[in-house]
Nanobody, 120 residues
Framework: QVQLVESGGGSVQAGGSLRLSCAASGNTYSTNCMGWFRQPPGKARERVGTIYRAGGFTNYADSVKGRFTISQDNAKNTVYLQMNSLEPEDTAMYYC?????????????WGQGTQVTVSS
């Protein structure tokens, strides 16, 4: 099993930045892909972006392209989500996920989430 622990959430004003971290432990061999999702209040969970760990290939939702960046530190089994130019619409609970591929159905390991609140 893989355990994922997110950190780095908080409150920030619009235009500000935050960096989230997701540390993986346990059976990290099943974490070929790691991703970030978010769930705004009263809305469904949505994909923010993913990273294939072997090649570092990333993919982002259109709503965050150019503002958010996913990176990784393989030595620490940690993935980061750098969020710049934050908007109130980015307010959500942010979750880290991991799995053998980046297909949504394969991302079965989830963290507990970290709250991001952006005020206008």
């Amino acid at each position: 099993q893989v355990q994922l622990v997110e950190s780095g959430g908080g409150s920030v004003q619009a235009g500000g930045s935050l960096r989230l971290s997701c540390a993986a432990s346990g059976n990290t061999y099943s974490t070929n892909c790691m991703g970030w999702f978010r769930q705004p209040p009263g809305k469904a969970r949505e994909r923010v972006g993913t990273i294939y760990r072997a090649g570092g290939f990333t993919n982002y939702a259109d709503s965050v392209k150019g503002r958010f960046t996913i990176s990784q530190d393989n030595a620490k089994n940690t993935v980061y989500l750098q969020m710049n130019s934050l908007e109130p619409e980015d307010t959500a609970m942010y979750y880290c996920a991991a799995g053998p591929t980046c297909l949504r159905s394969d991302l079965r390991a989830w963290g507990q989430g970290t709250q991001v609140t952006v005020s206008s």
